[in-house]
C-alpha cells in the first residue's frame, strides 16, 4: 500500500514537501515515481529514483525546483517542491516499478493522490 500525503495550498514561490509511505518489507527493491495529473489533462511524469537512491530523473519542466529522495528505512519517498508555480497545480500519485523510468506504464503500482495547489 502506498500512502501520500503532504499536500496543500501555497501561494507561488512557496514551497511544499510530499510524502508516500509504503507498507511491506521490499520498499528498497523498488524504484519510486511521482506523477502529477491538472484537471483536463493527461497523467504525466514528474520524478522518479532507484530503489538505493542513487539515480533520481526529473520532468524537464521540474528540474532545478523539485527534488525526490528516500528513506528505505522508513519506507518512504518524498518530493521537495520548491519555488511552486501555479502550473505546478495537480493532484501529485506515487507509484512504484521495478526500474528507473519515466514511463507511465511501467508503474505498477499507485497510490491515492494529494492534491496541491498554487495561488498567483
Known amino acids: 500500500q502506498l500512502q501520500a500525503s503532504g499536500g496543500g495550498l501555497v501561494q507561488a514561490g512557496g514551497s511544499l514537501r510530499l510524502s508516500c509511505a509504503a507498507s511491506g518489507r521490499t520498499f528498497s527493491r523498488y524504484a519510486m515515481g511521482w506523477f502529477r495529473q491538472a484537471p483536463g489533462k493527461e497523467r504525466e511524469f514528474v520524478a522518479c529514483i532507484s530503489g538505493s537512491g542513487g539515480t533520481t530523473l526529473y520532468a524537464d519542466s521540474v528540474k532545478g525546483r523539485l527534488t525526490v529522495s528516500r528513506d528505505n528505512a522508513k519506507n518512504t519517498v518524498y518530493l521537495q517542491m520548491n519555488s511552486l508555480k501555479p502550473e505546478d497545480t495537480a493532484v501529485y500519485y506515487c507509484?512504484?516499478?521495478?526500474?528507473?523510468?519515466?514511463?507511465?506504464?511501467?508503474?505498477?503500482?499507485w497510490g491515492q493522490g494529494t492534491q496541491v495547489t498554487v495561488s498567483s
Open positions: 507509484a512504484r516499478s521495478m526500474v528507473v523510468v519515466t514511463t507511465i506504464r511501467q508503474y505498477d503500482y
